[in-house]
């Protein structure tokens, strides 16, 4: 075949790799202690009522708590509350040290017979439905209208602001059709679509349906200064889900979203920012809506289809260290032979985990080979206790939600970083990952070994199938977004969040590392995928410059995003306002695909910012400090390296003069 393809002249297409979809990387039973978590999910995640639950996704707070805060689909934020659906198109509030997006109920879409009680009919990657007694509402993301399918209720678009008039007519009016454009008193035009001819009573804060309505009723708001005509050439077709799907190819991928829909026309749906960067060839429409995450942009059609380029790094930097600092890099990895993992929980062990496989590959980039032995048993010390499940703090697995937490996280939710209520299990097992791939590259056997804890590890966080019975897809990740939710199932006002973008690269980079130290290439290439499209994330929504438009003066000068919210961004941190806290937590760990996180265009407008911590900040911090420096002065850098005394757990001497050392221009 091959011999005749040739003979014709034809080249044979590269054969691609299927990274998300199909099925599961492994249906292993997780060896571990199964136990029952005290938060239990209630009726209100209905379709969705059955492990593996999808802990992280962004629109759990229907389902969590008091099930009565927002949740954001975007442009859109809503909230499913026991009168009906509250939406808004919310204005932004900026101030030095927050952004935010402020909810008023613009619309409220409800019906004069009560709304009853509310669950999730359904949820896939891209969408979830909110059934209420019957009004169905599918929320897909990016979608510029909110839709409501009416069964035998009659319909009201109730509103905290005044209505004005509704197709010209004011209230105490009627009015009947299948369009109606709704004016407010804040200044809002929206308008209302329905499947069939509704007529409407005009009050002074609503529209009342005259009769029970079975069809579908849309709503949308024209943005400010802009015409509702894109809007109505495409009000026919409805998106009521979506998949995500992504096929890999020597150094690129490509990742796909196909939209279910239902209705007649071409689709409309926006594109944030990042989404621009990489789509293929999607027609455009002229609306647009200003949102937290800037302008989104309006795309035709049912399938996006984003091209996104995959790293080349693997295991070192790109460059060898300058010769001028090999011995000085050598003499420090020689005088760090002596660290050890003392910590016993899964994130300040991970991080020590990961500077011991970083010592390693270190090693093994010099030719120390004995270095690089003693480095990697001391690692294997450290890891199997925690796979053979024999360590204090030993891995559970969660029978209720569907995931891999540690003891001492399941008898207090508070404990390990909150771990067992499903907060950053991508930071702390991405340093597992990463130092099992370092093993596993000198050690085959060893992960052959290891495999099943290993793998309940990777299945916990990347598993990319909806077809493992034990384990959600991808737990934490948005791929709407593009980045990642830290936060699991624990309600907050302002939905899912994230601080350390870096952790969580780190986390995929371990991912990238383990499946090419085992050689499994769609496990690596699962880890680009996900590394690739965190770090295009977190230049866009994370790291500020001149250059970008995202977020307005006083925010932007800053420099950096310390969390980022479904509706609100925090020049903050969970554990502290130190300048180095909040900078810095968006570097660590320094590893070799920390070269593609850190822009030089960024380090110089942020590094003059972040300079003055160096003064007070604690050793540690000030490393990172350093480091960050040797993006754009890599001599003074090594200076600054040297006078240091200590280093962070997830760092060493030797790391951070390696860093400096392998700097462009070193």
Not at 38 to 53: E, I
Not at 482 to 501: C, K, L, M, R, V
Request: aromatic share 10%.
């Amino acid at each position: 075949m091959l011999l005749l393809a040739l003979v014709a002249g034809f080249v044979l297409p590269a054969i691609g790799i299927d990274i998300l979809g199909g099925g599961p990387l492994d249906v292993g039973e997780p060896p571990f202690e199964p136990r029952t978590h005290n938060v239990q999910p209630d009726g209100r995640w209905g379709g969705a009522n059955h492990r593996p639950y999808p802990t992280n996704a962004w629109w759990t707070n229907v389902a969590l708590g008091s099930g009565q805060s927002m949740i954001s689909p975007m442009p859109y934020q809503v909230k499913a509350l026991d009168d009906g659906l509250h939406v808004s198109l919310p204005d932004k509030v900026v101030d030095a040290n927050f952004i935010f997006m402020a909810f008023v109920p613009n619309m409220i879409i409800t019906a004069m017979e009560g709304m009853g009680d509310r669950s999730v009919k359904s949820w896939d990657p891209l969408s979830v439905t909110i059934a209420y007694n019957g009004v169905e509402i599918p929320l897909a993301r990016g979608a510029p209208y909110i839709t409501a399918k009416f069964s035998g209720r009659t319909p009201i678009l109730a509103s905290a602001q005044a209505v004005l008039s509704v197709n010209g007519q004011t209230v105490g009016s009627s009015v009947s059709g299948s369009r109606f454009e709704v004016e407010l008193n804040n200044g809002q035009h929206w308008i209302v679509y329905t499947s069939s001819d509704v007529t409407f009573q005009i009050n002074g804060d609503s529209l009342v349906a005259n009769s029970a309505f079975t069809g579908n009723l849309r709503i949308a708001c024209v943005p400010p200064g802009q015409n509702a005509a894109d809007l109505d050439a495409h009000a026919g077709k409805i998106p009521i889900g979506g998949e995500v799907q992504a096929e890999s190819s020597g150094n690129s991928a490509t990742i796909t979203f196909r939209w279910k829909t239902e209705g007649s026309g071409d689709l409309l749906t926006m594109a944030l920012p990042h989404h621009m960067d990489i789509l293929q060839g999607a027609p455009t429409a002229g609306i647009r809506y200003n949102t937290i995450k800037g302008d989104m942009v309006a795309v035709v059609g049912d399938v996006w289809t984003m091209k996104e380029e995959l790293t080349s790094i693997e295991w070192n930097s790109p460059r060898p260290v300058a010769p001028q600092y090999v011995e000085a890099v050598r003499e420090a990895l020689r005088n760090d032979i002596g660290t050890q993992v003392v910590a016993g929980d899964p994130y300040f062990g991970g991080k020590e985990m990961g500077t011991l496989a970083r010592l390693a590959l270190i090693a093994d980039e010099l030719g120390e080979t004995d270095l690089a032995n003693t480095y990697r048993q001391n690692l294997k010390n450290a890891i199997e206790p925690w796979l053979a499940g024999t360590n204090a703090d030993h891995f559970t697995y969660d029978t209720t939600w569907g995931g891999l937490v540690t003891k001492n996280a399941m008898d207090d939710g508070g404990a390990d970083f909150g771990q067992g209520m499903y907060n950053d299990h991508h930071f702390h097992y991405g340093y597992f990952m990463y130092a099992a791939g370092v093993l596993a590259k000198a050690d085959p056997s060893w992960a052959q070994q290891w495999r099943g804890p290993l793998f309940q590890i990777l299945r916990d966080i990347a598993n990319p199938s909806q077809d493992d019975p034990h384990y959600t897809m991808i737990r934490c990740k948005d791929f709407y977004m593009g980045h990642s939710w830290a936060s699991g199932i624990t309600e907050f006002a302002d939905g899912h969040n994230q601080e350390s973008t870096s952790e969580s690269i780190n986390g995929w980079y371990g991912v990238y590392l383990f499946g090419l130290g085992i050689g499994d290439e769609r496990i690596k290439d699962l880890g680009r995928l996900l590394m690739a499209t965190e770090i295009r994330s977190t230049h866009k929504y994370w790291q500020i410059t001149s250059s970008d438009v995202i977020y307005p003066s006083p925010y932007a000068d800053r420099k950096v995003v310390g969390i980022v919210w479904s509706s609100k961004v925090d020049h903050a941190t969970w554990f502290g306002a130190n300048l180095e806290f909040i900078h810095c937590i968006q570097m660590l760990p320094f590893t070799p695909i920390s070269e593609e996180v850190l822009r030089r265009e960024w380090i110089a407008e942020e590094y003059p910012v972040l300079s003055p911590a160096a003064g007070s900040a604690d050793e540690g911090w000030r490393g990172f400090i350093y480091m960050a420096h040797a993006v754009i002065d890599p001599a003074a850098a090594w200076a600054e390296v040297n006078g240091l005394g200590r280093f962070d757990d997830g760092n060493s001497r030797t790391n951070a003069l390696h860093w400096v050392a392998t700097r462009p221009n070193a």
